[in-house]
Nanobody
Framework: QVQFVESGGGLVQPGESLRLSCAAS????????MGWYRQAPGKQRELVAG???????NYADSVKGRFTISRDNAKNTVYLQMNSLKPEDTAVYYC?????????WGQGTQVTVSS
């Protein structure tokens, strides 16, 4: 059973940075494109960044130039470096394959950007 465990969230002020981590169990990790998603209160979950097995990346327009996704296949971990955070980045952040397969979502990690 593949599982994702997200960590690294917290409460920061606008303009600050956070680095999220997602540890994946199982052998699926290195073979599949991965993504970071977020869900703000009252909104649908959205993809914010994706990375292929060959490390080709793509970003939502709202985070382009501020967020960087990376992966370490040896550690079964995908990262999201978030710089210049804005209040509208406040959400619960999740990782999963991109697109999501029939793998349960993890608990996510809360990111709150507020002064």
């Amino acid at each position: 059973q593949v599982q994702f465990v997200e960590s690294g969230g917290g409460l920061v002020q606008p303009g600050e940075s956070l680095r999220l981590s997602c540890a994946a169990s199982g052998s699926i990790f290195s073979r599949y494109p991965m993504g970071w998603y977020r869900q703000a209160p009252g909104k649908q979950r959205e993809l914010v960044a994706g990375i292929t097995s060959g490390r080709v990346t793509n970003y939502a327009d709202s985070v382009k130039g501020r967020f960087t996704i990376s992966r370490d296949n040896a550690k079964n971990t995908v990262y999201l470096q978030m710089n210049s955070l804005k209040p509208e980045d406040t959400a619960v952040y999740y990782c999963n394959t991109n697109p999501p397969l029939r793998i349960p979502w993890g608990q996510g990690t809360q990111v709150t950007v507020s002064s």
